[in-house]
């Protein structure tokens, strides 16, 4: 199973970015599939999930600003995230709690990181 997130890079305070997470490989069901972030000098960060059925967790500090969706066909999240800050300059990361098989339990994989830079 592999997870590929995509969509980072450098944009203006105020600014909007669409970042994308696909999972690709031996996937029977995907439960939930969330984004984290992890800034410089600081831990992991929890930003949003999304389950199955649509319902969504959102951090604090991203309410009103980031959306969580997903295409289940697709096996792929989405994270639109709309007025950034410098301080939402970090790696995103997107994960998956999943099972590979029927016979399988869920484990969580987690994708390489996409850089998102907030700066003038």
């Known amino acids: 199973v592999q997870l590929v997130e995509s969509g980072g890079g450098l944009v203006q305070p105020g600014g909007s970015l669409r970042l994308s997470c696909a999972a690709s490989?031996?996937?029977?069901?995907?439960?939930?599939m969330g984004w984290y972030r992890q800034a410089p000098g600081k831990e992991r960060e929890f930003l949003a999930d999304?389950?199955?059925?649509?319902?969504?967790n959102y951090a604090d500090s991203v309410k009103g600003r980031f959306t969580i969706s997903r295409d289940n066909a697709k096996n792929t999240v989405y994270l639109q995230m709309n007025s950034l800050r410098p301080e939402d300059t970090a790696v995103y990361y997107c994960?998956?709690?999943?099972?590979?098989?029927?016979?399988?339990?869920?484990?969580?994989?987690w994708g390489q990181g996409t850089q998102v830079t907030v700066s003038s």
């Open positions: 994960n998956a709690d999943l099972r590979s098989s029927v016979w399988a339990t869920s484990t969580t994989y």
């Open positions: 490989g031996s996937i029977f069901s995907i439960n939930a």
């Open positions: 999304i389950l199955g059925g649509g319902s969504t």
